[in-house]
């Protein structure tokens, strides 16, 4: 599984939306499931499928999907 269906997937898990929905659109809140427990359930499978601990400054500004493909190349992860 490459990095990016392991991200896609994390995503899709987490907040059970479509794969369709994986774009520039997918923000922090702008689906139900991702309120503050969807959000910590994302980061906890994005930090067990790159085994990455995230720093909290990074799980804050994790604010969208598209935002979260820029944190995680800290982690030296390409999405």
Do not use: C, R
Request: charged content about 30%; glycine content about 4%; cysteine-free.
């Amino acid at each position: 599984m490459s990095n990016k269906e392991k991200y896609d997937q994390a995503f899709i898990e987490s907040f059970s939306v479509s794969p369709e929905d994986l774009n520039e659109n997918l923000k922090y809140q702008s689906v139900p499931e991702w309120d503050s427990v969807g959000h910590m359930g994302m980061i906890a499978a994005l930090e067990d499928a790159f085994d990455i601990m995230m720093e909290t400054e990074d799980i804050i500004d994790f604010s969208s999907y598209t935002v979260g493909m820029e944190i995680m190349k800290k982690y030296e992860v390409e999405v």
